[in-house]
């Protein structure tokens, strides 16, 4: 968490993003709904909706994978950012259709962005690690 703020770098759709850039078909896909599966497992949202969002930014970013040639740096952080985006967006549909409404916009509102940002920082940090491990376990 950064230190004075309630923020935390969101770390699984960093890897959700990271599928959508790297691992295009089934394989991607399944791991991002089973990253998401997983969260709803352990969270104690309604079932399904940290998969639906985890599903939404692979698709997002596989979309933009497709057009665009993302690589690290600036572009990546961008990317990164704009999953958060819409993570946080499918997420708040989510929480809508399912669950009271309540005050779900406020929090996009105030924490959000700001947590799309810090994502954003971390997210070359995170790609390079996970190429380095997959180089170590010689995965293709």
């Not at 890897?15 to 998401?36: D, E, I, K, M, S």
């Not at 596989?62 to 997420?91: E, T």
């Not at 390079?128 to 376990?137: D, I, K, N, P, R």
């Amino acid at each position: 968490a950064v230190p004075g703020l309630p923020i935390v770098p969101d770390l699984v759709v960093v890897l959700a993003t990271y599928l959508g850039l790297r691992r295009h078909g089934v394989g991607g896909v399944a791991g991002a709904f089973f990253l998401g599966y997983a969260l709803d497992t352990f969270s104690g949202t309604a079932l399904g909706l940290q998969a639906f969002s985890l599903v939404a930014v692979y698709v997002a970013v596989y979309v933009i994978a497709r057009r665009l040639w993302v690589g690290n740096g600036l572009p990546l952080m961008i990317v990164v950012f704009f999953a958060a985006c819409v993570r946080a967006m499918a997420l708040v549909a989510g929480a809508t259709l399912l669950e009271a409404p309540g005050h779900v916009w406020h929090h996009v509102v105030r924490y959000g962005v700001l947590e799309a940002g810090v994502a954003a920082l971390v997210a070359p940090a995170v790609f390079a690690f996970v190429t380095w491990e997959e180089g170590l376990l010689e995965i293709v």
